[in-house]
Structure formats: C-alpha cells, structure tokens
C-alpha cells in the first residue's frame, strides 16, 4: 500500500486520477464522520465531504508534510468548510426571521427541536475562528493537543487553555439556559 507520501507526489507530478482516488478512498469515511458529527445532517456531510476533497486535490501542492500529516491538513480544511457552511446557515436563519416578522413563536419552537450538539455548535460560532478550530478538532477530530498544537503554530498551553475557557463557558450557558 503506498504512503499518503507517495500518493501526493504522484498527484502533484503526474496528476494522477488513480493516486487521487486512493487517497479519497483511504480517508473519505474517516472525513465524513468527522464532517458528519459536526453538522448533524447526512447531505449537508456529504456536500461538505466532496468540498474538502475538491479544495484539497486543487491545491494539493501547497501541502507541507512538514507542518503536518496529510489527515491533519486534511481535517483542517474540513473545518474550514464546516464554519463556512455554519456561516452561510447563520445568514438563512437571519433572513427567515426577517422573512417571518411576526411568526418567531414558531421558529422559536423549531429551533427548540434542534439537538443540543446543534446548540453547542452555534453557540461555538461566536467565538474567533481559532478557539472554534481548536474545539473541532478536539472534539470531532479526536485530536490530541499537541497535535492541534503543532497545526495551529500555537503552544501546547495556549490550546489548552482556549480549549478549557471554551468548556466551561459552554457548560456556563447551557447550565444557565436549563434554568
């Protein structure tokens, strides 16, 4: 089995379709679970699943091994992604409200019925996008601090800390909101 090493140089040297498809094929379940945890809906995961794999074979030779492992760029972008989407959904929530003057008792309710990782993940929207990549990968990425560490140019006690603030500032409002 070759190495992502050796899958990307072919990429980046030869264009190679079936190069392309290994690496898609090896991660692609990974990645879409990641995606999917974090959004909570089968299609949009899906649509956000082929946006990585589109952005990250377009710009492929921008990939430094040395700055990370292939699935942490990888996951990245995927972050990327999924705040963009989340961004987007903010800019149709606002425009339905407007839409609905009058009507907020009813999407009030249906925003009730949304799961809490729903509520977590907006609630995370409103913090600078590095405290929200920081959570991601934590949490739907499972990876360690070091590891976001090193992503993020940032120190092993810098993330942690942002981390833990973010934790309990969470448990802060949801604590508050049961009340």
């Excluded at 560490?149 to 909101?177: D, H, M, T």
Aim: aromatic share 14%; with cysteine.
């Amino acid at each position: 089995m070759p190495s992502d090493a050796d899958l990307i140089k072919k990429i980046i040297k030869k264009g190679s379709k079936e190069a392309s498809e290994i690496l898609i094929e090896r991660y692609y379940d990974a990645l879409y679970c990641f995606l999917y945890r974090q959004l909570g809906n089968k299609e949009d995961s899906l649509d956000v699943t082929q946006e990585v794999f589109i952005s990250v074979l377009n710009s492929i030779q921008t990939y430094d091994a040395k700055k990370a492992s292939f699935k942490t760029w990888l996951f990245q972008i995927g972050t990327y992604k999924v705040i963009d989407r989340r961004r987007k959904k903010q800019v149709i929530y606002e425009e339905l409200e407007e839409y609905h003057e009058g009507q907020t008792d009813d999407l009030l309710a249906q925003f009730v019925e949304f799961e809490l990782l729903e509520s977590v993940n907006d609630y995370v929207m409103k913090f600078h996008p590095d405290i929200q990549k920081v959570f991601r990968l934590k949490i739907y990425g499972d990876f360690t601090f070091k590891e976001i560490s090193r992503l993020l140019n940032q120190s092993e006690e810098k993330v942690k800390a942002q981390y833990y603030r973010l934790v309990k500032k969470i448990r802060k409002e949801f604590q508050e909101n049961e009340r």
